[in-house]
Structures are given as C-alpha cells and as structure tokens.
C-alpha cells in the first residue's frame, strides 16, 4: 500500500503537536534516501508543493564522490539543481522517529514538466507505465536479507571492522530460539513498518549467524520499490537507535553466506485477473508467463549490472550457499537463478533469485520488467525447464562473472537502450565502470596478508 498520511491528516498531527519534522528524500543511484528535514509548519505552508537538491546526487558514488565524466551534471555545467517533487501519495509517519514523516520526491526539471531520465524512480514508473499501456499492472516483492552486528556504527570506525560481532553465534534459518536474541530490534522494526503504512508479513532468521529477512506484501511494482527503501532506512535507524549495526552488502564475509533481495514477479489485468495462471498447463503457466520468463533470460547477462551493481555483488554468487550461478529457470528449484513459484495456483509468479540486498530495487525491477515485457512483445519460446543441481551441470547459461563483464554487456544491450534510452544506460555503465576503477585501484588486507611478507 502507498503511504497513509494525507496533508489533512498531517495538518491535524501538527496542531496536535505529534510530528514536527518532515523528511523530503529522494532515491539515488545507489538507492539511499537524500534529501532534507522540514520544518512540519513549513512544509505545510507550501514546501510539500517542491524543494530543490544539486544534481550531483545522481553524479556520485557511495562516498558521494563527484565523478567526473557524466553527461547530466558535471563541474563543466556547473552542478545546477534538481526540482525534487513530493509524491503524496507516499506520505507515512515514521514512528521509530519522534516527531518525524517522509514522503518520497521525484527529481524533476527546473519547470517541474517532466522526470529526470537517468533518476532510478523515474526509470521503474516509465516501464510500469509501459506495462500498462500493453493491458498489465505488474506486481512485485522483494525479500530483503541483512546481517545484524553487536557492534555500534561509530565503534566499527578506525580500524574496528575486524571486531565485527554477529548478534547471534550460529546459523538461524528458521531458527525461533535464535531469533528470540535479536527480538529487542525486530520487534521494534516489524511495528514500526507497519505503523507506518509497511504491509509487514513476517521476520526470520536466515542462513548464517546473525543474518535476518524481512518480509512485506506483494504490492504494484512502483509501492514494492518504495517500500523496500522505507525498510532498509528503518533497519538501519532503529539498529543505529539500539546501538546495533547492520549490513545490506551483499557479501561482507567470505566465509559466510551472502544476502538476497529475490524479486517475486507477475502480471495481472487492470481488474485484477491473473495474467500468469493457467489451469491447463503443466506448471499453471500461461503463454503471457512463459514468453515473460523467455524474456527475462534472454536479457539476464544484460540486465544483471542492475541486479549486482558493486564488485562486491559477484562475490555473492558461490556454489552451495542458495545464491545462483546458472541464468536458467526451473519450477521450485533455489539453485536456479529463476524459479517459478506457485505452480498450479493463481498465485504463480517467477522469482528472480540473481539480486543482492544491495541493489535498487527501482532499477532491478524496472530491468527485470523491462526484459520481461520484451519477451512478451517477441513472442519468445520458453526454453526447457532445467531440474536438478544446476550448480553442477556443465554448459548453462551463467551469470557474469564480474561486474566488469556484466558492464560491458549492459554497454552493449539493445533492448535495455530501447526501453530505458540511451542516456540510461550510458549513465550506469559509467558508474559501473568507476565501481570497477576505484576497487582495482585499492590496495585490500587481503593483498597486504597474502603478499606483504611472501612476496
């Protein structure tokens, strides 16, 4: 569901004297929330109608260095500004904030006429617009993992990463007594999302010490992006609040197991008819599913720098630790990279095991649609199921090895170009390709472990 704070109501908790303070964010390119704090009374009297931010947000990296070499800001045009527009429709209180609401902002021109292209939330509402005209709404979820850490934020600085503390000592999957330890922060988180509007389903643990899931209702492609940020920001929050930290990477340690966001993924009619289902088939697949999934793995190797946006993602992807390695499908089958779920019930729906916790989701979903709709609007066959262990079998289609591989196949993707434009995927291939660069230029412990004496 959208936000559930309209300005009325808003009007009422202010005079009431409940929320005095109202976050304007926008979603980056790596998917974190910027923006400012208004004052309620201000915001009411006309900032809930526009604000403005430097566009160097969508020209920077995680360190929110300026990166030279983009097209839509750069020190040559004198890093100008961006309208961010309130979307209303996403208004919540925040209730592990005191005093505190948010509502999401589109970055717009100067005139407030139209979307900045490469802006991530805009890049998702043009393919779900797209889906709409062709008679879909496309229905998403994602289900978020990330590692909960005894240790505080400010303590991990300076040299502390290596006292990095799981909050439970060992695999939880499931685990209800293991759970039980972390229940002082995900109570707290389960409550909160849903006060705030988040159709929370459930939390569990996951399949390493101190690894958790989140879980919230399959929603429209655009609310399912939305609420995937509003989750993350209030993990984080609340573990900041409780002197706990968290990781969404998708691999922090080797040695463990990564962490997902899988994308669940169908169509349905604008009156709500599954476009998915049908009876007949063996799996309870329709044609429209089966040319959908034809499509997503047709694009798979194109689309995965959306999927896997950092070095770090590709380390994820290890045989025997549920991340795949094989852009194949198959029916209930975790060592595949899509697997369709729900067989034989109108529920059916493919998931899309590739993504990491630390993409964005606006940008793999609006991919995943994209390579899903392309599939639909070609009419192409669906390939054999595969079945087994694909980690083992030999001659699969796999994912990109790296994110250097997988740049330069989003570089070269003539249906990305075609759906998202040109300027698009020249904007993310360029900060792919600095991801890379600025990796391969540090020097890690591991080098200085591995080589300082033996070398």
Not at 306 to 314: D, G, K, T
Not at 363 to 374: F, I, K, P, R
Request: hydrophobic share 40%.
């Amino acid at each position: 569901m959208p936000g559930n704070l309209t300005l009325d109501a808003l009007r009422e908790l202010v005079d009431a004297g409940t929320v005095d303070t109202v976050l304007v964010a926008a979603v980056d390119m790596q998917g974190r929330l910027m923006g400012k704090r208004f004052h309620a009374a201000f915001f009411l009297d006309g900032g809930y109608k526009e604000t403005h931010c430097c566009n160097y947000l969508l020209a920077v990296d995680m360190e929110m260095t300026t990166v030279p070499g983009y097209k839509s800001a750069g020190w040559e045009q004198g890093y100008g500004d961006y309208m961010m527009k309130p979307d209303l429709d996403t208004m919540r209180v925040l209730p592990w904030l005191p005093g505190t609401a948010l509502v999401l902002a589109d970055l717009m021109d100067h005139s407030g006429t139209h979307d900045i292209t490469v802006s991530p939330r805009a890049i998702l509402k043009r393919q779900v617009a797209r889906a709409r005209t062709m008679g879909y709404e496309p229905m998403m979820a994602t289900e978020l993992e990330f590692y909960i850490f005894e240790n505080a934020y400010d303590d991990l600085r300076d040299g502390g990463l290596s006292r990095l503390k799981p909050i439970s000592g060992y695999n939880e999957d499931y685990h209800i007594f293991q759970t039980t330890k972390e229940e002082g922060m995900m109570r707290d988180v389960r409550n909160g999302l849903y006060a705030a509007g988040i159709p929370v389903e459930n939390t569990k643990g996951e399949a390493d010490a101190g690894q958790h899931e989140v879980n919230y209702r399959y929603s429209d492609a655009l609310d399912t992006a939305d609420n995937h940020i509003v989750v993350k920001q209030a993990v984080k929050d609340i573990a900041h609040a409780k002197g706990k930290s968290v990781t969404f990477m998708a691999k922090y340690d080797h040695r463990k197991a990564g962490s997902s966001s899988h994308v669940h993924q169908s169509l349905w009619t604008k009156d709500g008819k599954p476009v998915f289902y049908d009876h007949d088939d063996a799996n309870g697949m329709s044609e429209t599913m089966k040319q959908f999934v034809a499509g997503q793995l047709a694009h798979a190797q194109e689309i995965t720098a959306f999927l896997a946006p950092y070095v770090n993602s590709y380390k994820r992807f290890t045989i025997g630790m549920f991340a795949p390695t094989k852009a194949v499908w198959s029916a209930d089958n975790r060592t595949a990279g899509f697997r369709v779920c729900g067989a034989h019930t109108k529920a059916v729906r493919v998931e899309c095991r590739i993504p990491g916790s630390d993409v964005n989701p606006y940008l793999a979903c609006a991919a995943l649609l994209a390579a899903g709709l392309a599939g639909i609007e070609g009419k192409m066959e669906l390939e054999p199921e595969m079945k087994g262990d694909m980690y083992t079998t030999k001659g699969l289609r796999e994912i990109p090895h790296n994110l250097r591989e997988a740049a330069d196949l989003l570089e070269d993707s003539a249906m990305l170009r075609a759906a998202f434009g040109d300027d698009v995927v020249d904007h993310y291939t360029h900060a792919a390709r600095w991801e890379i660069a600025e990796t391969d230029r540090v020097v890690t412990d591991f080098e200085l472990q591995r080589l300082l004496e033996r070398a």
